[in-house]
């Protein structure tokens, strides 16, 4: 049974995935670690003055991604579930894979957003190549619009 999940959260929260991973962890009081990875952020340099440096501009899109799902995390404890956040920044599907290396993630929980079938044939989708790069099983929500029965 597992009992570390890591959800890998975008934009827009993944509710599915929550319900699932809610129903795999209560039974064992599991932990969840929801990671956001945020695009790598540069220096801003006007003229030949820096005018904020990367580590300031990643500490703030770092507590900015951090308050957003603060009410999540809360909701999570309030189900028994250890809960916590935790900010990458780069490449996505490199950095999910060594987020759930470094905190030992016996799992890792994405959400595979709704796009048309020949953008996903065209491009290069975050979700297979973290599929491709992960030591752990993944678990893929993905939409089709469709209701089970």
């Known amino acids: 049974m597992l009992s570390r999940i890591l ?3 975008d934009g827009s ?5 929550l319900g699932w991973i809610r129903r795999l962890l209560a039974p064992v009081g599991g932990d969840v670690r929801l990671l956001t990875v945020l ?8 003229g030949s003055r820096t005018v904020a440096f990367t580590d300031q501009r990643e500490d703030g899109a770092r507590r900015a991604a951090e308050f957003a799902l603060r009410g999540l995390v809360a909701r999570l404890r309030e189900d028994g579930l250890g809960a916590s ?9 490199t950095a999910v894979v060594a987020a759930a290396q470094a905190w030992r993630a016996e799992a890792i929980a994405v ?3 709704r796009q ?3 953008r ?3 491009s290069r989708d975050v979700v297979d190549e973290v599929l491709k790069l992960s030591p752990v099983p993944v678990l893929i929500a993905r939409v089709s619009g469709q209701r089970s029965a």
Do not use: D, M, S
């Not at 929260?13 to 995935?17: E, S």
């Open 85 to 93: 956040v935790e900010v990458r920044f780069g490449k996505p599907a």
């Open 120 to 122: 996903h044939w065209l």
């Open 116 to 118: 048309p079938a020949w």
């Open 13 to 17: 929260i993944a509710q599915p995935v």
């Open 7 to 9: 959800v890998v959260v």
């Open 39 to 46: 695009p790598q952020v540069r220096a801003v340099i006007t």
């Open 111 to 113: 959400h595979e957003p």
